[in-house]
């Protein structure tokens, strides 16, 4: 009798039946729900299935999962979208005992119906409000279609180019990286958690995963706590501090121990130095897979270890739900470590509303409303165009005319779909008809009075040349050749690393043959990463980096290439000259025996076969005008621990079109107890300048801004000698010098 009574109170009290119920904290009613858990409905709620419908994720089918669901024997379910899918289960889960809403989380990276360019793509515009715009649709759009939850921002840093997921982050500098991490935490959730149109983020992959041996994906990661304080936790720091509510697992070993049972990470770092308050949860198998990694034996010795080093729900191991119940019964697992983590999960689930209700994601008309939603369109146009990256534009060949008579679209994405939306995206029924390619964005472009001409030209991976003639007849009628070449959507992502990353196959050839009719040419660079191209780099007219763009790509495409929009992209990554290079990145140290420039080969840090300088450094990026800069002038040359200095130049826009520049602060401790990079982003402004304008841009730099993590991982700043830098990108820049005074 007691225990029916009990049962009716939780209900009244997740039904939002009870008034008085309603006025307790949040914690209070958590504690309410957790009194009356059994310890196998506890272990459920840390328990997570896939959906048997495919999204963007492996196919998982489980004939016992809806009566697990009805048991109450399930806490989250992933690749579940769609109201009529959500609202199907959350009513499965409102069958079990205690009717504890079900959570439904989806990789939403780039979008969910709108699809944006891809991560690294959209960090190349550098503006962190479009950015958090773009996450703010996704956002929209997925809690629309009944999700949650969203498996994103990955905050990982990737100085690798040959790993794959580095699409999917903000590229190789912790100071860009952390910004546009709590940018797109800030979007996807919204004004907050509990709004109709706000999902839950989640902060991956913790930690270092980026930082994978040989860029092989999954792969071990040797570092420095000193290496991992400074460059690959503040993103997540960042995320943290702007609300993310969870947290993934990384599938690497971190210095020997698997991220999913790393108990410094978990416990220490994360909920212990910074108090995180959400839930952790693993990434796809990785706590099962940690008998592969030879951490554990089996399922059981795995369940054990990630439960005590903090992470509190298995995504589809099924480690958690088959053994954690024995782990508590015979004491080799504290029932407290077990409450903690459903503490956690139900607490956001609180805060989302579902025990208040549990179908309030499940609205058709809401859904209706955000499908092809012109507004969301817009948003995604706008952030394709400041995504898309100028690398060279020899003679002003861009932007083309309008009256250009004859242009020859050549390469195997011209008039490519799906492609356009790059690695984890969705795939729609009519997309064919919905997603614009260059060809259509081209075409809706020109006039009466030009004439285009199309030959694919090559595949993506076959060697087959018996499309080149066709491309070289295209050509040779051309007044201009518009060239569109790279990898293909699935070819950059996860377990998508790759040894060599040149163009593939036979495209560089099919530029090569085009180059030697003597046409002007325009090269796009379709890839979910940086990618080697030298050859081209050096010898065609004009390159413009086109990553993938998503469902406004060709409209986004067209309007650069004509001039409606002057691109204003900047690398967040460095574009090496070889794969013996890599890893190749801005911030890194000095030696010894450093090469004083290209030619200084002997007894010095350098190869004899290459330049030490990638082809592109980080922060490069062109625009069809000019910037000049004017010399640093600083407010003063002592800067006092308790004061700030200024630094200003003049922006110049010395061409002829109005443009937008990225101007970029870097400074270089000189002298440290450890020693510090050559050079560090602290700062950047985007400033917008007609033709012939000039603007002041100023920088204030205070002492925090010089804070690093010395040998004993003490995060403060030392007295001494600094350079400061100001300039387009890392490597172009003006310079000036300031002391930082002891008092």
Not at 523 to 550: E, H, K, Q, S
Not at 566 to 589: C, D, K, T
């Amino acid at each position: 009798m007691k225990q029916a009574a009990c049962i009716l109170f939780l209900v009244m009290l997740a039904g939002g039946l009870n008034v008085s119920a309603q006025k307790k904290t949040i914690a209070q009613r958590v504690d309410s729900v957790l009194r009356l858990m059994t310890l196998e409905e506890k272990v459920g709620q840390m328990n997570q299935y896939n959906g048997d419908w495919e999204a963007t994720g492996p196919i998982t089918k489980d004939g016992d999962k809806q009566n697990q669901i009805r048991r109450g024997m399930l806490g989250s379910m992933l690749n579940v979208t769609g109201v009529e899918h959500t609202r199907q289960l959350q009513q499965m889960a409102m069958q079990s005992r205690l009717k504890i809403p079900l959570l439904f989380g989806q990789d939403i990276i780039h979008g969910y119906r709108t699809t944006f360019p891809i991560p690294l793509a959209e960090a190349a515009s550098w503006d962190i409000e479009t950015i958090r715009q773009s996450a703010r649709v996704a956002g929209k759009e997925a809690a629309a279609a009944g999700v949650h939850w969203t498996f994103a921002p990955m905050v990982d840093i990737a100085r690798d180019p040959r790993w794959g997921r580095v699409m999917e982050g903000a590229g190789e500098d912790p100071y860009l990286g952390s910004l546009i991490a709590a940018a797109r935490v800030k979007g996807f959730q919204g004004r907050h958690l509990g709004d109709t149109d706000a999902v839950m983020a989640c902060a991956k992959h913790f930690a270092a995963y980026g930082a994978a041996i040989g860029g092989r994906d999954y792969n071990s990661v040797d570092m420095s706590l000193r290496s991992l304080w400074e460059y690959y936790l503040p993103p997540f720091k960042a995320a943290l501090d702007a609300g993310a509510a969870t947290f993934m697992n990384s599938f690497n070993d971190l210095n020997g121990i698997p991220a999913t049972a790393n108990s410094y990470l978990l416990r220490g770092v994360l909920k212990g130095k910074w108090k995180f308050k959400g839930f952790v949860v693993s990434d796809w198998g990785s706590v099962g897979e940690m008998i592969n990694h030879g951490y554990v034996k089996d399922n059981y010795e795995a369940a054990r270890a990630a439960a005590i080093a903090g992470c509190d729900m298995d995504m589809e191991s099924r480690s958690y739900i088959k053994n954690l119940v024995t782990l508590v019964k015979v004491g080799k697992v504290p029932l407290t470590v077990v409450d903690e983590a459903v503490r956690r999960i139900l607490t956001k689930k609180f805060e989302m509303g579902l025990f208040d209700d549990p179908f309030r994601y499940c609205n058709d008309a809401r859904a209706a409303k955000e499908w092809d939603n012109p507004a969301n369109l817009a948003t995604a146009k706008k952030m394709a165009e400041k995504s898309i990256v100028l690398l060279k534009n020899a003679g002003g060949l861009l932007p083309l005319s309008r009256t250009t008579k004859t242009i020859a679209l050549i390469g195997p994405f011209i008039k490519a779909v799906r492609d356009n939306l790059g690695f984890w995206s969705y795939e729609w029924p009519d997309d064919s008809s919905r997603i614009v390619t260059t060809w259509a964005g081209v075409s809706k472009k020109v006039g009466d009075g030009t004439t285009l001409l199309y030959a694919r030209g090559c595949g993506v991976t076959d060697s087959s040349r018996a499309g080149f003639a066709g491309a070289l007849a295209a050509a040779q009628n051309a007044d201009v050749v518009v060239m569109q070449v790279g990898e293909a959507r699935d070819m950059s992502g996860e377990a998508k690393s790759r040894s060599s990353i040149r163009l593939p196959a036979v495209q560089e050839d099919l530029i090569k043959a085009i180059q030697a009719t003597g046409k002007p040419i325009v090269v796009m660079i379709n890839a979910g990463r940086p990618l080697i191209f030298n050859w081209v780099a050096d010898n065609v007219g004009a390159i413009l980096y086109t990553w993938w763009l998503g469902t406004t790509a060709g409209d986004a495409i067209a309007d650069v290439l004509f001039g409606d929009y002057n691109p204003s992209g900047h690398l967040p990554m460095s574009f090496p000259r070889a794969e013996g290079q890599i890893p190749v990145y801005y911030n890194h140290f000095s030696t010894g025996r450093p090469a004083k420039n290209d030619s200084d080969l002997y007894y010095v840090s350098a190869y004899t076969d290459l330049p030490n300088d990638p082809k592109f450094p980080f922060g490069f990026g062109l625009s069809y005008t000019n910037f000049s800069y004017s010399d640093i002038r600083l407010s003063s040359a002592v800067l006092r621990p308790d004061q700030s200095i200024t630094a200003t130049v003049t922006v110049t826009n010395t061409g002829k079109m109005d443009g937008e520049e990225t101007v970029q602060l870097y400074i270089r401790d000189l002298v440290g107890s450890v020693v510090r990079p050559v050079r560090e982003l602290k700062g950047f402004q985007q400033v917008s300048l007609r033709r012939g304008e000039k603007k002041t841009v100023s920088f204030t730099i205070k002492p925090d801004d010089l804070r690093f993590y010395n040998d004993k991982l003490e995060y403060k700043f030392e007295p001494g000698d600094f350079r400061l830098y100001i300039g387009g990108n890392s490597r172009d820049v003006r310079e000036a010098a300031f002391l930082l005074k002891a008092d």
